[in-house]
């Protein structure tokens, strides 16, 4: 099995930075595309960014401009350095990783436990 662990959550006031960081664990053989997505209070989850294993990279037009998706291979962790904080990114933040347990198994999703980003003064 694998795991996903995040961490780097918390309070920050608007327009300051955080950086989550997400590692991914396990009997693991290879990963594909890794990202975050986020979650608020009464919303739907939703697409923060994404990134592929060759470093290609998508992001929700709410986040572009402000937030930065990076990752380590060597690692299986991938980061989201978020910068100019708004209110309304306050949310809990949820790691994804889609890989592959075995050279001949399927591509399946997995996730992190979320962690929490307030931004409010």
């Known amino acids: 099995q694998a795991q996903l662990v995040e961490s780097g959550g918390g309070l920050v006031q608007p327009g300051g930075s955080l950086r989550l960081s997400c590692a991914a664990s396990?009997?693991?053989?290879?990963?594909?595309?890794m990202g975050w997505y986020r979650q608020a209070p009464g919303k739907q989850r939703e697409l923060v960014a994404t990134v592929t294993s060759s470093g290609s990279a998508i992001y929700a037009d709410s986040v572009k401009g402000r937030f930065t998706i990076s990752r380590d291979n060597a690692k299986n962790t991938v980061y989201l350095q978020m910068d100019s904080l708004k209110p309304e990114d306050t949310a809990v933040y949820y790691c994804?990783?889609?890989?592959?347990?075995?050279?001949?198994?399927?591509?399946?999703?997995?996730w992190g436990q979320g962690t929490q980003v307030t931004v409010s003064s």
């Open positions: 994804n990783a889609n890989l592959k347990l075995y050279r001949f198994s399927g591509f399946a999703n997995y």
């Open positions: 396990g009997s693991i053989f290879s990963i594909n595309t």
